[in-house]
């Protein structure tokens, strides 16, 4: 989910690995840039794909991935609809391919995930939600691996555009990728989406993205970057920038996350101002800022 940041954030990748497939779902807008990113990995000679968010209940863009079958598992990066609402169709296109997340009520045929550095097989879909899994267990162990697929694949979690955002680190023979999901993008910012989303959280994960020095990302929306880390230090950047510019607006007397969004987003189209005002709300929480309003919880997601 885009914040207001236009332009690439980090140099374009020029390449994808030969065992990385980018399929993207037809469901541009402000808020999913081109469209979602649904990740195809496949190792050479390997019997089964793994797919990384199936993105939304499109036929004929959950057809395209099941074209690549065998597909062994689904992961997904976090429970948004523009990610997950294609997952239940795929499992059903494939027969039953389980989905997996790490919250457990969106794991469907299995059980949540709780050891790190578990090693899986079978056929599951992954992510963080339960309520997005299916055939498998939630994601909740960092570092944990995903294995006899053939690339290595490794859990990273990245709360803060969600309770439940994870990376995966993906790597096969010399090359490695880390695929990002929504906590960074390939254009622009993200938003944080607050109640849901947590700020310091996300600082957190974005200092934790910025080793993967050299290592392609791989985003939920926009093209691949060159370099992980070099996107998560702008976005650290940005984001204490905008931190600065918060606490100026209250100093000058900007008393609701509104009138903040008002000052500091004024270069935003008004009609993102609703999804600024998440960001906004996650900026006020985190400086202890109470504006004596109740926080309204994120409305808007069901229509990504």
Excluded at 98 to 113: K, M, Q
Excluded at 174 to 179: A, K, M, N, P
Excluded at 180 to 205: E, K, M, Q
Excluded at 261 to 281: H, Q
Aim: charged share 20%; proline share 9%.
């Amino acid at each position: 989910m885009s914040g207001h940041v236009t332009g690439a954030v980090a140099a374009l990748a020029d390449e994808l690995p030969r065992w990385v497939s980018l399929l993207r779902a037809p469901n541009p807008g402000p808020m999913t840039l081109d469209g979602t990113n649904t990740w195809v990995l496949r190792a050479p000679a390997a019997e089964y794909a793994i797919v990384v968010d199936p993105g939304p209940a499109d036929e004929g863009h959950l057809t395209r991935i099941a074209e690549h079958g065998p597909i062994g598992l689904i992961l997904i990066t976090h429970g948004h609809p523009d990610h997950t609402e294609g997952a239940a169709r795929l499992s059903e296109l494939l027969g039953g391919t389980p989905v997996r997340a790490v919250d457990p009520a969106h794991t469907i045929g299995a059980e949540p995930l709780t050891g790190p550095g578990e090693l899986l097989g079978g056929t599951p879909v992954r992510a963080v939600d339960p309520a997005h899994t299916i055939g498998a267990e939630p994601l909740t162990g960092p570092g944990e691996r995903f294995g006899d697929f053939g690339p290595h694949i490794s859990l990273l979690p990245t709360p803060g555009h969600t309770v439940d955002s994870v990376c995966f680190l993906v790597e096969h023979d010399d090359e490695r990728v880390v695929l990002t999901g929504d906590t960074i993008l390939g254009r622009g910012t993200t938003v944080v989406a607050h109640p849901d989303g947590h700020l310091g959280d996300y600082l957190t994960s974005l200092e934790l993205l910025s080793a993967y020095r050299g290592i392609p990302a791989l985003p939920g929306h926009g093209p691949a970057l060159a370099d992980c880390a070099a996107a998560a230090d702008f976005y650290l950047a940005h984001r204490r920038a905008r931190l600065d510019q918060v606490r100026a607006a209250v100093a000058a007397g900007a008393h609701t996350p509104a009138d903040v969004v008002a000052a500091v987003y004024a270069d935003v189209d008004r009609s993102l101002w609703w999804a600024a005002e998440w960001s906004v709300r996650a900026q006020l929480e985190y400086l202890g800022v109470d504006t004596g309003e109740s926080a309204p919880g994120v409305s808007g997601l069901e229509h990504m």
